[in-house]
């Protein structure tokens, strides 16, 4: 038994919220029950070589079926809350008629939440596009905006009466950019351009979203979810490394932050990313509509990086291995991510806890403290490769030490003076891993698929007693 009740300890705000998170493609599988259609993700695993070992979301977890016991889980865990998404697929099938049994789904695992005394933490898109809408320009596509306010406002009607917390998007940089442009995300391009209309028009769909909840239930509790870097020259004296780390942190953090919270692009990336076709895409009151204020930003890490114009003499991998074209993600810059010697995750991705805090001490002095906008750590998490052993146990001692490494990261930017409101861990359970398929676990919970056996791993014994004692 860990014993973390130390004359050290470290007490969380009394209002701090702990929950985890997950995100309907990754977790539900029935990917055809109910009436549910195509989205692109299910397209895109099917495209050879797109997904490793040709993995796909038929089943996942199953947890469209499981989702009582996962509630049980959660509620055995202490959770508070619980992130999760719905699937636009799913609630619209073919993006077109309100149906109402896949919508049934997400008001049954609703209901069961709050019977537990969980909190919903419930996200509208998380990169499930219905693969009809995709045909007619998906995301590069202004209409789909639009389309997407409706869908919103379709899973509103059903569960706002029970749902105060509302995301609109999950990660749209990944949704923009590695789908449209790094190629490694669906639907798979390879084109600036169309990762940069795709970037506003998800913007817009936010906007509009955001001002039809508001308009609809004043009260509701409404705000988007980025994933954010702190990029740092790799030289600090090298004009060329502080150029890329300028180019990442505005095309990865302030092509959003800014039109969310400031209602407009920032002007070095305008001038970055001139001639690729954002001004023709951005009409006149869109930014009005993207800054509609919001209640809370949900803040996703899990790595900072340091990068330089330079390749590094040993490259740093990003993407999962699979054998499509790939390319960098960022419309303009070349730049490459340098090692800082840390030790990394199953991913590749360096374990940099104080990035955390340094993180959210900027944002919230640049964005959120003016606009006067809660922050929340929506994902932050590790894959690492777990074993069942033989008395059933996951010894997963280095996930234990990132996720109590990143929650005092969290403690030492409260004590920095920002309130950070909450901390969701990435994720409830091992799930499907996009382009890696099932190869990468970052679950607190193990999950045996064959079986679909769910076996808390020693890092979700050790939150249970975090959350429990409210301390580090
Ligand atoms: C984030 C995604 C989430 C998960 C984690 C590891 O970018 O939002 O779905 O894949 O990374």
């Excluded at 049994?101 to 997400?106: E, K, Q, R, T």
């Excluded at 995301?139 to 029970?162: C, N, P």
């Excluded at 769909?205 to 790799?234: C, F, M, S, W, Y």
């Excluded at 806890?353 to 900027?362: A, K, Q, S």
Aim: glycine letters at 8%; proline letters at 6%.
């Amino acid at each position: 038994m860990i014993s973390l009740a130390t004359a050290a300890s470290r007490s969380f705000p009394a209002e701090f919220l702990f929950g985890a998170a997950t995100a309907a493609f990754q977790i539900e599988g029935a990917s055809t029950t109910d009436g549910r259609t195509d989205s692109i993700w299910d397209t895109f695993c099917r495209v050879p070589g797109a997904v490793i070992n040709a993995d796909d979301g038929s089943q996942a977890c199953d947890h469209y079926h499981r989702y009582r016991d996962d509630v049980a889980l959660m509620a055995d865990l202490g959770l508070q809350s619980y992130r999760f998404s719905t699937s636009w697929a799913r609630v619209q099938p073919d993006g077109a008629a309100l149906n109402p049994a896949g919508l049934d789904f997400y008001s049954r695992l609703v209901d069961e939440l709050l019977t537990k005394g969980i909190r919903p933490w419930l996200t509208l898109y998380h990169w499930d596009l219905p693969q009809t809408i995709e045909e007619t320009g998906g995301w590069r596509h202004r209409d789909t905006a639009y389309r997407f306010r409706d869908y919103a406002m379709a899973v509103y009607e059903q569960l706002g009466d029970r749902v105060e917390a509302w995301t609109t998007l999950n990660e749209p940089w990944c949704a923009a950019f590695v789908g449209h442009l790094a190629g490694a995300h669906a639907p798979g391009d390879n084109d600036p351009v169309a990762a940069l209309a795709a970037a506003h028009h998800l913007l817009l769909g936010h906007g509009l979203t955001a001002q039809a909840l508001r308009e609809a239930n004043p009260e509701l509790d409404l705000g988007i979810t980025l994933n954010l870097t702190v990029a740092k020259p790799a030289d600090p004296d090298r004009p060329g490394d502080v150029d890329a780390a300028r180019r990442i942190d505005g095309q990865m953090n302030r092509i959003f932050l800014d039109p969310l919270f400031r209602g407009s692009y920032p002007a070095d990336v305008l001038a970055d990313v001139a001639g690729l076709g954002l001004d023709e895409v951005v009409a006149d009151g869109d930014l009005a509509i993207i800054s509609t204020p919001l209640d809370f930003l949900g803040v996703n890490y899990y790595h900072g990086e340091r990068v330089s114009d330079e390749a590094p003499t040993e490259p740093m991998p990003t993407e999962a291995p699979t054998s499509r074209p790939t390319r960098s993600p960022f419309p303009a810059a070349e730049v490459y991510s340098h090692s800082q010697q840390l030790p990394t995750t199953a991913m590749g991705w360096e374990i940099q806890p104080d990035g955390l805090r340094e993180l959210l001490v900027r944002i919230h002095a640049d964005y959120a403290e003016p606009a006067e906008v809660q922050l929340f750590v929506t994902e932050n998490g590790a894959a690492f490769d777990d074993q069942v052993n033989q008395d059933g146990s996951v010894a997963d001692a280095e996930r234990l030490a990132f996720l109590r490494a990143h929650l005092a990261a969290v403690l030492d930017a409260i004590e920095e003076g920002v309130p950070v409101h909450g901390y969701f861990y990435w994720s409830l359970m091992d799930n499907f891993e996009w382009a890696w398929g099932y190869a990468k676990r970052f679950g607190i919970v193990h999950v045996d698929y064959p079986t679909q056996r769910r076996t808390v791993k020693d890092s979700g014994l050790a939150y249970a007693q975090v959350i429990a004692a409210r301390s580090l």
